[in-house]
């Protein structure tokens, strides 16, 4: 345990904040937040600018492609469901090789000192 | 999500259906519906020998798998009319129906990356436990126990009375007393599978009707795309050409909701409660609690994703199929309208076996998507209400249980009798309103107690009353109470809330209510107890194990 304390603790702290306060876990923090915040901005985003463009600009959602009956709307639609496919599959690839195994290292660290 | 798209979209309530249909053979139909109650009777029965404790009956033993739960999950969230509903809003609006499926399904996103795994990681077997985690334990669960009693009762009552209309349509039951019937027959089934099989059974015949409902729909879309020589375009030139002169609109938004200013407004608040609500409602939160660990949670929630994103790409072409096969004279025509169009591609494609087959699993849905919210409010009433708020948290596993199982029965007759009363009633507007509420009364206090350290329990019951509060004034003083004829008061006149869903206002006035209920409370800050929270719901430590296979 003597890896996850850094400055002298405040006398009446927590085990919990001790950790909260130690490198590993802010790294942890910094990591999961700037993975997760700027990808839930992103996708907002899309999705209100979708919306958007479907509900004011019918026009241009309304073009076709050459001769087809394929409109742009139905190209950003399905842009949705592509766009959703692969921000999960991001999550899901940083979170299996990058987070968890910082994730578990703590988790046991924590469990272990607790007995 | 039923009820949004049948009502909103087409202006026609699943529950208009009084006439029986005239095509197929209903006694195919309930043979292949009793065959699936026999078989998921039995697995509930099998699966209910191992429920001895709590976290069996809440939470499944916590011992299902990620795809396992992913695929109950999926279950649970395709409602009956999603798959009727969005079909038929495909064949007669055309693009207008698909804009739905999309913001049902980015909404997964936010319960992905920012709900699910930290939630299992902090929580038991309700919302509520999370809230309470560093806030005022019984002041923060009633809150949150009553908005989630509330949403699943809104839910509840739209998907039974849906019931009925469905029975007319498939059964070719067409009476009054009969449609009853058929609503107590869903609602003792349901009892039986929740009392017996708890959280175990109920996820079951939640992944059983998920698989059926997806295969179903993928036999039918392969078997429309071959119709069209695997051309997407020839499907949609063929949807166009059915309809006759202005065909042409079926391809462009704006047919349903282009309409004025004000129409286009509404659904911009629609899609805002849609792509939030998700990730708020109780019975999607508390199947979270179902796997032994987050990282099987994220598993359920990618494998949710994929499932439902696949499904709604196939009611595109099964929409449009329908259109194009079925033509939008005969749909509107047929008993059930809009909710008629998918059983009538599949009578186009298969006759009557396959109509069997889908209408079976249109009633296999509403059992499971029934089960899986009555399961949820059986376990906020009895595990936050009375467990934690009456008895303090002094209180025996066994009787909090049984507790539980006393609200099922009084939840399931409920419904029932709901169910009935709401026969042709136009209630569909509960489901958009449950999905208005989960997210300005449950998101925002989620996401605030997990993420921001100054957040309080006074923040938490603005956010939360306020929230709730706010939705329900601003519906009731909507279009859909009142002042039309599709109004639920058609003679009463006091729309004076000009959009149909309340969520452009309610969402960000949540959020808001959480903020300055925060700032203006005199609440000491427990650092110590956001460190807990903060520190568990990133690495897992101390969170609820899955119970041991016996």
Known sequence: MSDLSTAGPPPGETEYQRVQRSDEFQGLRRAFRNFVFPMTALFLVWYFVYVLLANYAHDFMSIRLGDSNITVGLLFGLGQFVSTFVITMLYARWANKKFDARADALRREIEEGEL | ?550
């Open chain 2, 1 to 550: 999500m039923s009820g949004i798209v049948t009502q909103t979209l087409a202006g026609t309530p699943v529950v208009s259906a009084a006439e029986a249909t005239d095509i197929g053979n209903p006694w195919v139909n309930i043979g292949i519906f009793g065959a699936f109650v026999l078989v998921t009777l039995v697995i509930v029965f099998r699966a209910s020998r191992q429920n001895k404790s709590a976290a069996d009956f809440y939470a499944g033993g916590r011992n299902f798998t990620g795809p396992q739960n992913g695929t109950a999950i999926a279950g649970d969230y395709l409602s009956a009319a999603s798959f009727l509903g969005i079909c038929g809003a495909i064949a007669l609006n055309g693009y207008d129906g698909f804009l739905y499926s999309i913001g049902f399904l980015v909404a997964w996103l936010v319960a992905l990356l920012l709900v699910a795994e930290l939630l299992r990681n902090t929580g038991k077997f309700t919302m509520a436990d999370v809230l309470s985690f560093r806030l005022r334990q019984r002041p923060v669960r009633m809150a949150a126990a009553l908005a989630t009693l509330l949403v699943v009762f809104f839910y509840l009552l739209a998907q039974m009375a849906g019931a009925g209309g469905l029975v007319a349509l498939l059964l070719g039951v067409d009476s009054r007393a009969g449609q009853s019937l058929v609503i107590a027959v869903v609602g003792a089934l349901m009892i039986l599978y929740v009392l017996v099989g708890g959280m175990k059974g109920t996820t079951w015949v939640q992944i059983i009707k998920a698989v059926l409902l997806i295969a179903g729909a993928a036999i039918m879309t392969v078997w429309v795309l071959a119709k069209f020589g695997f051309n997407l375009s020839d499907l949609l030139g063929g949807a166009v050409e059915a309809a006759g002169p202005g065909g042409q609109a079926l391809l462009e938004p704006g047919k349903q909701y282009g309409v004025d200013g004000t129409s286009k407004l509404s659904f911009l608040s629609l899609a805002l409660a849609l792509v939030l609500g998700t990730a708020g409602l109780p019975h999607v939160l508390m199947r979270f609690y179902t796997v032994p660990t987050a990282k099987e949670a994220r598993r359920s929630v990618v494998w949710a994703i994929w499932l439902i994103g696949i499904f709604y790409l196939f009611t595109l072409v099964l929409g449009y199929g329908a259109g194009a096969l079925v033509g939008p004279e005969a749909i509107n025509n047929a008993p059930g309208g809009v909710n008629s169009a998918a059983p009538l591609l599949a009578f186009a494609l298969g006759g009557e076996i396959l109509l069997g087959l889908i209408s079976a699993v249109a009633f296999a849905t509403i059992l499971a998507v029934v089960a899986g919210l009555t399961i949820t409010a059986a376990a906020s009433f009895s595990h936050d209400i009375y467990a934690n708020v009456i008895k303090k948290g002094d209180v025996k596993p066994d009787s909090e249980v049984r507790i539980a199982r006393w609200t099922v029965v009084v939840i399931g007759i409920i419904a029932i009798v709901g169910g009935i009363f709401a026969q042709n009633q136009n209630v569909a507007f509960l489901v958009a309103l449950a999905f208005a509420v989960a997210a300005s009364a449950n998101l925002p206090t989620i996401v605030f107690s997990l993420f921001w350290k100054r957040f309080n329990t006074s923040g938490a019951l603005w956010s939360i009353y306020g929230g709730l509060i706010s939705c329900i004034v601003l519906i009731v003083l909507s279009p859909t109470v009142s002042g039309n004829e599709k109004a639920m008061f058609p003679s009463a006149d006091f729309d004076v809330f000009p959009l149909t869903n309340p969520g452009l206002v309610s969402i960000p006035l949540g959020f808001l209510l959480g903020i300055v209920g925060t700032f203006l409370s005199k609440e000491k800050p427990h650092p110590e107890k956001f460190a807990e929270m903060e520190v568990r719901s990133l690495t897992g430590a101390g969170a609820e194990k899955a119970v041991a296979k016996h």
